[in-house]
């Protein structure tokens, strides 16, 4: 099973990338709805989020504004919500993929906003990276209700530039052309995917050496 991470910074269409390989029969993982969820009502992760940040949890519901005023500019406050939230959110995907691998899916996406910034493309077989012009990435982030080219700017610094993912994806997928182009590029990549590498596109070492090391320890 071919395992894609599909990336992009915020405001290059990502979102609509994952729809569409979600309409060719691709089955996607969402990173950011498996937070939500957790996140919700009843979510696994509140509890040690409101012991981690008191406050920020009332009547069982997060406060998502007091927690992004906590975190926002603040590393180690940061780490310490990824330090809960990233296991969680692991297991979600280890599910996902036990159960995409029992049905016998030759190729899934996990569809993940920070995969380098966090590393996952050691984790991956191939990444897709969505990518447009600044200036329309730009536009589509201010249109969004409460942004401010301020807190644009802030995201930005925190993400690995557009420039950097491009180079190290193995397809870069273009948004910023219309929703037909981008359909096509998810296409292709998607056939040369389904190929398998070494055919149509290079194996990536560190997912190698990952699954090696995954291997070990379960023998261990």
Do not use: N, S, W
């Given at each position: 099973m071919v395992i894609v991470g599909l990336t992009g910074s915020i405001g290059m269409g990502k979102s609509t990338?994952?729809?569409?390989?979600?309409?060719?029969?691709?089955?996607?993982?969402?990173?950011?709805?498996?937070?939500?969820?957790?996140?919700?009502?009843?979510?696994?992760?509140?509890?040690?989020?409101?012991?981690?940040?008191?406050?920020?949890?009332?009547?069982g519901v997060l406060d998502r504004q007091a927690l992004g005023a906590r975190v926002f500019g603040n590393k180690d406050?940061?780490?310490?919500?990824?330090?809960?939230?990233?296991?969680?959110?692991?297991?979600?995907?280890?599910?996902?993929?036990?159960?995409?691998?029992?049905?016998?899916?030759?190729?899934?996406?996990?569809?993940?906003?920070?995969?380098?910034?966090?590393?996952?493309?050691?984790?991956?077989?191939?990444?897709?990276v969505v990518s447009a012009p600044a200036f329309l990435q730009r536009r589509r982030v201010l249109a969004r209700p409460g942004m401010t080219a301020e807190k644009f700017t802030g995201i930005l610094r925190q993400q690995v530039p557009d420039r950097t993912k491009r180079r190290l994806a193995t397809f870069v997928i273009p948004t910023g052309l219309g929703l037909a182009p981008t359909r096509m590029a998810l296409q292709r990549a998607v056939a040369r995917l389904s190929q398998g590498p070494g055919r149509s596109w290079p194996p990536n070492p560190w997912r190698e050496k990952f699954t090696a090391q995954l291997a070990r320890a379960r023998r261990a």
């Open positions: 990338a994952a729809k569409m390989l979600r309409q060719m029969g691709i089955p996607v993982y969402d990173a950011d709805a498996a937070v939500h969820a957790l996140q919700a009502p009843g979510g696994r992760a509140l509890p040690p989020i409101e012991a981690a940040f008191p406050g920020v949890v009332k009547e406050a940061l780490r310490k919500l990824e330090a809960i939230v990233h296991p969680l959110v692991a297991a979600r995907q280890r599910a996902f993929l036990k159960r995409a691998a029992q049905r016998g899916m030759p190729l899934v996406v996990l569809d993940i906003p920070l995969l380098f910034e966090g590393r996952g493309e050691r984790r991956v077989d191939a990444t897709l």
